[in-house]
Every structure is written in C-alpha cells, then in structure tokens.
C-alpha cells in the first residue's frame, strides 16, 4: 500500500447536513433571497457534485432571481459567502471529526504511508477542515487537492487522477475512504480501492464495486477500518 485517500465532506466531518446545507441557507438569507433547503431538498441536490454546481441546478429548477446576464457572478457570490460561513462554522468547533478519522491517521503516519485528501468542495473549506479540526500535526501529512484544481467533478475520477500524478502514485496500491456513491465512481474509475464509510445522506445509496461499507471506521472498541485492513486491500 502506497497511499490513503480521503474525501473530505461526509468522510472526514459529516458536513452536509449540518454544515453545507446550513451555510447555504445563511448565504441565501443574507442576500435576501427567497430559497430555503430542506434537509429532503440538500439530499436530493447531493446528486450533483460540487456547490456552484447545485445552485446552478436549483435555480433552474425553481426559478432564478436574477436575469440570465447576472446569474453566474451571482452563484459565485453566494458560494464565497457560503465559504464563509462555513469556514466559521468550523473554526469555532461546531462540526466534529468522524469517529475514527483521528486514529487512522495516526496510524498512517506511523507506518509511513503517504494520504492526501481530494474534494470536489472549495479548497478554502476543505484546507480548513484539515488545518483546524485535524491540527498542526497531522495536516502537513495531508496535501488537499479539492474545488476547481481540476474541471470535472466526481463522479470524474480527475480529482484523484490529479492526487496520482502529483504525488507519484500506482493507483492499485491506493486505498480511498469515501461516503457516496459519486465518490466511489471517481475512486474505481481511478483504478483506486475504496472503502466506504456511509453518512447521513448516502446510507441507502447503491456501493457495488467497494471493497467494503461499513457504518463508520470507529473507535476503541468499535473500530470497523484499520491501517491493516486497508494494507490487505493491496496485497
């Protein structure tokens, strides 16, 4: 095994939920904007990778509040402040790491395998995720790679592509940790193993071809994914 990768949303921290969604609707509110999503309506627009991306779709789905010329810088806009508040919602403690994210990595750096983490969220938000919740320690063992540093979203493998070429990587001695059914796509079609660890908005979702799925990797007396189960994976 040469390498551990990490998707950051729903993986490392079970943002959607509780931190996207809810940084969406502070966003909108703000600029006094008539859209509100509901946990049911965040779950159904989670089918399209990539934030500016599920604005855009929204949008087009419920109707625009701007005329044609002005709808791309709005998105922009909205998404920078969403990053914001976001960031905000982070920095201050409010969104937790996921049982067993902590400990694994641990157990990577220990045995010296390199990881990375790949997103299709703002890079300002995932390095943030990384920096504050994973600490000094831990982050510079995780090169982020995430946003627009590549022009197709997952399902596209181009993120972990991307991770591959720049940290020199055989593809099939890397294991990915990721939580949706998009994720898992861009994993295997990276030539990447992938484990899945399943989250608020993904546990009903179809994982044929991940290695394995379980409920989270766990800790103390409830760890489900070890460094030495991902090591078996490329033996």
């Known amino acids: 095994m040469q390498a551990l990768i990490f998707d950051c949303d729903g993986v490392l921290v079970d943002t959607e939920r509780d931190g996207h969604r809810v940084a969406f609707n502070k966003a909108f509110a703000t600029k006094g904007l008539n859209a509100e999503w509901s946990v049911e309506r965040y779950g159904e627009l989670l089918t399209t990778a990539g934030g500016k991306e599920r604005m855009w779709r929204h949008f087009d789905e419920t109707g625009w509040p701007v005329e044609e010329a002005g709808r791309d810088d ?47 969220s703002n890079e300002r938000a995932v390095t943030t995720v990384v920096n504050v919740l994973l600490g000094h320690k831990r982050a510079p063992h995780l090169p ?21 070429e720049r940290l020199e990587l055989d593809p099939g001695r890397c294991v990915v940790i990721e939580d949706s059914k998009n994720g898992l796509r861009a994993a295997l079609g ?9 989250s608020s908005y993904t546990a009903e979702e179809d994982f044929t071809g991940a290695d394995c799925v379980v409920a989270e990797l766990g800790d103390g007396n409830d760890v489900q994914i070890g460094i030495n189960s991902c090591q078996a994976l490329c033996r």
């Open 74 to 120: 709005l998105v922009k806009d909205l998404h920078h402040l969403k990053t914001n508040i976001f960031m905000e919602l982070i920095e201050t403690g409010g969104l937790p790491l996921r049982p067993g994210v902590a400990r694994i990595i641990d157990e990577a750096i220990a045995t010296g395998i390199k990881m990375a983490v790949c997103s299709t």
């Open 190 to 198: 990276a030539g990447m193993h992938c484990i899945i660890t399943k």
């Open 144 to 164: 982020v790679f995430a946003g627009d540093v590549v022009l197709t979203k997952k399902p596209d493998p181009a993120i972990y592509n991307l991770a591959r």
